[in-house]
């Protein structure tokens, strides 16, 4: 064995580790916190913002990914258990994604739902303006996404099926879209949103994909979605996300499905987001100088 070359090359590796390392850290974005009135909610509300290096310094307007949480969480969760931010830093150095920005709304257990609150309306209605006025993000469809994670992905299909006109692309991580009920030990039957006191599976049915899904076809504007799940999770999902992969595919909607080892657990997610930005950011506009629509 030739010694003197595989330290060669030894050296080389450790160099091109150090390199990707000085790399990502010249690419260090922030996380803000921003605060303002709902009118749908008629309170305070707050979300989370993960904002990409050189963003103060620049006068370009980026792509916006709109990432949801889980039931239950806040508008951190995705910063803390979900290291968005270290995640959004490597794959914007390494060229994987464009500069963007990424929100995070708190939403509590709401299901993104015009149920407990009217969520729904208040992401459409004033978080989504709210961002374009104080961030510079982009403002038309090709520069707005959206996913989440199991409660998030949820409300992220039923965003993206709802209004594709919108979203040019979503991630969907072990998505809660139980087809027809949730299991018996989902949070969906237990947390008042559907139904109260008692989970009532017309409500869900009626708010749950399958409702929204001819009216997005007659829409004509695909929505290219990631979607993947555990291979033992919690609640199945990953039956679901095979049924509406299948869904997707028969109707010809551009789709990518990931079935990964584990549960419904955050090493699913956190070790599978890299994968999903960088399918979504790919039907994404790059960032650029344009003028805000407002």
């Not at 979605?225 to 595919?249: A, C, H, P, T």
């Not at 990518?256 to 890299?274: F, M, N, Q, Y």
């Amino acid at each position: 064995m030739d010694f003197a070359c595989l330290t060669r090359r030894s050296a080389l590796a450790a160099l091109a580790v150090y390199g990707s390392f000085l790399m990502s850290a010249a690419y260090a974005g922030v996380v803000v916190t921003r605060e303002f009135r709902s009118a749908a909610l008629d309170r305070n509300w707050s979300y989370a913002v993960y904002l990409p290096s050189g963003y103060d310094s620049s006068n370009l307007r980026y792509p916006v990914l709109y990432l949801l949480h889980g039931n239950g969480a806040d508008l951190y969760e995705w910063v803390v258990k979900g290291r968005i931010q270290p995640t959004a830093d490597a794959l914007i150095a390494s060229g994987d994604i464009p500069p963007a920005v990424i929100v995070m709304p708190d939403a509590g257990t709401s299901w993104y739902v015009d149920r407990k609150e009217k969520m729904e309306t208040a992401f459409l209605q004033d978080l989504i303006p709210d961002v374009e006025k104080s961030f510079r993000v982009l403002t038309q469809r090709d520069g707005r996404l959206i996913g989440g994670e199991s409660m998030g992905g949820y409300g992220s299909l039923r965003f993206a099926l709802k209004y594709p006109e919108m979203f040019r692309a979503a991630a969907l991580l072990s998505p809660a879209i139980y087809n027809p009920e949730p299991p018996q030990n989902s949070s969906a039957r237990r947390v008042g949103v559907f139904g109260a006191p008692d989970f009532d599976a017309a409500i869900w049915k009626s708010l749950n994909y399958p409702a929204l899904w001819d009216a997005y076809l007659a829409k004509r504007m695909p929505v290219p979605m990631y979607l993947n799940s555990g291979d033992d999770d919690d609640f199945y999902i990953e039956k679901e996300v095979v049924q509406l992969y299948e869904l997707l595919r028969a109707n010809k909607q551009p789709a990518e499905l990931r079935i990964v080892d584990g549960a419904h657990v955050w090493p699913v997610w956190d070790s599978t987001i890299g994968d999903a930005m960088k399918y979504i950011f790919g039907f994404a506009a790059r960032p650029a100088i344009t003028p805000p629509t407002h």
